[in-house]
């Protein structure tokens, strides 16, 4: 018997591989906003997971210094710690004080004052921490300061807010501006702030929208935003 002969294989002709590449390209195009706002929700879940860690350490800060929290100062206030304090003052470190709460590595507490959501990379963010003598946050420490004389300033309202008869207290925030040379951490596509995470003094974490945030203050030509502190 004479074999059948093979049937001859046919594979993708250039007109289907390039309709086939372009269906794949555009799936892609459609997808990339979920995947983008997915990777947000993830960044957002990890900058949660920050505040809550740095409220459990000014909270064992706070029982090891009579319930009073570390205000720092800095040149960029509130987003800075000094190591060694001003002029001395060993009690205005800000956030600095903090690290041996966080990590017996330095560099490690460091990076839980890293919001994932920054435009500052990781890397990056720790080499300029190494290297600096006052050291940066993506969260801005409030504990308790609020507006002085309208938009010019910070004022103290207490420095012993967890003895405070209000324990909704903000005490961290996320970097949030509207100064497009200093973008917030949560940006929309245009890069413009869209909220920020809030740490209380009770240790509870909540997401504010940007309307929520309706107070400004300028420093060095950047406005931060924030919530009313008279609220919080």
Not at 59 to 77: H, K, Q, T
Not at 176 to 185: C, H, K, L, S, V
Request: aromatic share 10%; charged share 15%.
């Amino acid at each position: 018997m004479r074999a059948k002969p093979l049937s001859p294989r046919h594979g993708f002709s250039l007109v289907e591989l390039l309709a086939f590449l372009a269906i794949v390209a555009l799936a892609l195009l459609l997808a990339l906003p979920s995947l983008r706002r997915a990777g947000e929700l993830s960044r957002k879940a990890r900058c949660v997971a920050n505040l809550r860690q740095i409220g459990a350490a000014t909270a064992l800060y706070a029982a090891e210094n009579r319930g009073r929290l570390p205000i720092g100062y800095s040149g960029n206030y509130p987003n800075a710690g000094n190591p060694h304090g001003i002029g001395g003052d060993s009690s205005r470190q800000g956030f600095v004080a903090l690290l041996p709460y966080l990590s017996a590595q330095e560099e490690a507490g460091a990076a839980i004052f890293h919001c994932p959501s920054s435009t500052q990379p990781l890397a990056e963010y720790l080499r300029q921490w190494r290297t600096l003598a006052v050291l940066s946050s993506s969260y801005s420490q409030y504990c308790g300061w609020g507006p002085l004389g309208g938009n010019s300033g910070f004022l103290v309202n207490s420095r012993d807010l967890l003895a405070d008869s209000s324990r909704s207290r903000m005490l961290y925030l996320d970097y949030t501006t509207d100064t497009p040379a200093t973008p917030a951490n949560h940006r929309n596509a245009q890069g413009g702030p869209v909220g920020a995470n809030l740490l209380l003094a009770d240790g509870s974490v909540s997401w504010l929208h940007l309307s929520e945030l309706p107070f400004a203050v300028s420093r060095l030509g950047t406005r931060f935003l924030f919530p009313d502190p008279y609220t919080y």
